[in-house]
């Protein structure tokens, strides 16, 4: 079970974007089943069911004014599922090389639902009803390849490759059950295009007990320029990483840390207009104990 998409953000109910959104969480969770054979010893392959389960909730602001002044809100929800593969192949070039090829589908999940509430004054609550709605999350196949380099036979170098078709993501949709003059059916185009992310990093083994890692990545962005929008203000993306592991007997200990920069960006939305700048900073630090018997 795994967790390869996903992504949450929120921002102060009264920014100067709040009637585009105000907060916005998507989760998925892949189950998956595989397969494996060794065909030789230099060969090996796999292929796998993926059962993929997501969960999506957003706010945003509704252009008219309560009693108090507060502007009028819409909350969406809802959760569905889908279905996909994956198969891989690994191959061992020599004592010192190995390499390894896998592609997981796309997967698309429907949901068909969910629940639309809005909070509205009394006197437009029949224009805001709540309904239900229906929507189609198209997560994209991933294609992987990697290569693994033993330097010496205490240090190894690794180096991948994950190409992303992000074009699956074209439209963001909702379809209302119940339609009126100001609750209308919507299609946003997003346009995203595929990308990829380079990854590369090395592992010494200073003695029996004690590893040592560092690795950096790129992730280019898939939001093309002109698309930007607050629910998904990426741009490309620096991650660098260090990490050991220390084993006493059979106890392990593994440690790691992850910086993240997001390269400033602004744009201008083509469809609604709103202009925004973007960066992102993440720390990510980890860690995992572990006894073997």
């Given amino acids: 079970a795994y967790t390869p998409f996903g992504s949450g953000i929120s921002y102060d109910d009264n920014w100067k974007g ?31 069911y993926v059962f993929g389960t997501g ?33 891989g192949v690994f191959y061992e070039l020599s004592d010192n090389v190995s390499m390894g090829l896998s592609y997981r589908s ?3 999940v429907a ?36 290569v693994s380099i033993s330097l010496t036979e205490k240090t190894t170098f690794n180096f991948d490759v994950n190409y992303i078709a992000w074009s699956s993501y074209d439209t963001l949709g909702f379809d209302f059950e119940q339609n ?15 990308a990829a992310i380079l990854r590369a990093g090395v592992e010494h083994e200073f003695s029996e007990s004690f590893m040592l890692r560092g690795g950096a990545y790129y992730d280019f962005t898939p939001v093309q320029n002109g698309y930007m ?22 106890f392990n200990i593994d440690a790691s840390f992850m910086y993240i920069h997001g390269a400033e ?29």
């Fill in 18 to 48: 709040q009637f585009l959104l105000r907060e916005m969480a998507l989760r998925t969770i892949f189950y998956q089943g595989t397969f494996a054979y060794q065909i030789n010893e230099k060969l090996g392959i796999g292929i796998g």
């Fill in 55 to 87: 969960d999506f909730a957003l706010r945003r602001g509704i252009p008219v004014q309560n009693a108090d002044g507060s502007y009028g809100e819409a909350s969406l929800s809802g959760s569905g599922n889908g279905h996909g593969f994956n198969i």
């Fill in 106 to 108: 796309g997967v698309k």
């Fill in 111 to 146: 949901l068909d639902g969910g629940q639309a509430e809005f909070d509205v004054p009394p006197s437009l609550s029949a224009n805001f009803p709540s309904t239900s709605f229906g929507t189609e999350i198209n997560l994209p196949s991933v294609l992987n390849f990697g």
């Fill in 180 to 194: 009126t003059e100001q609750l209308e059916d919507t299609k946003s185009p997003r346009r995203y295009q595929n």
């Fill in 229 to 250: 929008t607050p629910e998904t203000p990426d741009m490309d993306k620096l991650g660098l990483t260090i990490g050991a592991s220390y084993a006493i007997n059979n």
């Fill in 265 to 293: 960006r602004a744009d201008t939305n083509l469809e609604s207009g709103f202009s925004g700048r973007w960066t992102s900073r993440a720390f990510i630090p980890g860690i995992a104990f572990s006894y073997q018997f």
